[in-house]
Every structure is written in C-alpha cells, then in structure tokens.
C-alpha cells in the first residue's frame, strides 16, 4: 500500500489544481471534492477507504486540503496554497511520521501550470527533482475530476494511477 500511496495521494495534490480553470470557471472546481473509489485505479498497491479534498479558489491561485482514511482507519492529510505561476509552493501535512512518503512520493513542493481551459499539469519535488508528475482534466460540466499521475516507489518501479474524483 504504500507503494501506491505516493501516486494516490499525489493526484489528490492535482485535484486542487483543477481550480486553474481561471476566473472563467473557478466556481466550477471550488468546493469540495470526494474520491470515487469504484472508479479509480492503481498499478501498484490499494486505494484509500476515503478521502476527501477542499479547494477555495484564490485571486492567482488556489489554497488546498486534503485528508484521507486508509482501509486500516489510519488517517493522514495535507495542504497547500499555491499559484498558477508554475513557482514552487510548500507542502504541509500531518499523520503518521511517514506522511509525506505515503502520500507524496516525498516531495516538499508543488508547481501548477495551466495546460488548456479544462486541463492542468503538475509537478511534486524533493529536493528541487521531479518524483511524480500529473494531468488533471475537469469534465465540462465541472463536476468529474479526474486525475492522471506518474512516479515511482521506494525501489524506483513505475506507478500510475487514475482517480476519479466526485463534486459535492
């Protein structure tokens, strides 16, 4: 499992992003988020029980939580408020003291930059190097978000894995 975690979690990171829709769809992809466990998978590892994300849209850029529950009960989360400037953001979180491995592939930092109207790419660092890359895309309506994710595990074996993400 926490081999998967790192992408899972990860593309939860993503989910905030989605609010890089701009001024023209903000409303859209501002609230809250909750995981659609049926229909998002994994390469590795098992999801989550739940997990749930809020975003609150910003002037240039948008302020993210994110907590989840693990088949155990285990629960963990973290928080961002970045802009859409592609300029590194800090990553904080609380949990177990392996938070941010489990979630986030070990990265400290995250960068959004906007990839269309409804599309975003993102990248999660440690020590200013990539570990994980992701698309979001927000369907047109604005209530699916579903996230693409890219990385590796601890032993530096691909991961991927798509979540699907329902509005509130």
């Given at each position: 499992m926490k081999t998967l975690l790192?992408?899972?979690?990860?593309?939860?990171?993503i989910m905030g992003l989605a609010s890089l829709l701009g001024a023209e769809k903000s409303a859209s992809v501002a609230?809250?988020?909750k995981l659609d466990v049926g229909k998002s998978n994994y390469s590795t590892g098992s999801l989550p029980k739940s997990a749930t994300r809020t975003i609150e849209a910003e002037a240039d850029g948008e302020k993210t939580t994110y907590q989840q529950v693990d088949a155990d009960g285990t629960e963990a989360g973290y928080a961002y408020a970045a802009g859409y400037d592609d300029k590194d953001a800090p990553i904080t979180g609380s949990g177990k003291a392996t938070w941010r491995e489990d979630l986030l592939g070990g990265a400290e930092t995250i960068t959004i930059r906007k990839g269309g109207?409804?599309?975003y790419s993102v990248a999660l660092?440690?020590?200013?190097?990539?570990v994980m890359t992701?698309?979001?895309?927000v369907s047109k309506d604005g209530r699916v978000l579903t996230i693409t994710s890219?990385?590796?595990?601890a032993k530096g074996q691909p991961t991927k894995s798509v979540?699907?993400?329902?509005k509130q």
């Open positions: 790192p992408v899972f979690t990860a593309a939860h990171l609230g809250t988020w109207s409804n599309a660092k440690k020590s200013g190097l990539i992701m698309r979001v895309v890219n990385g590796a595990d979540t699907v993400w329902d």
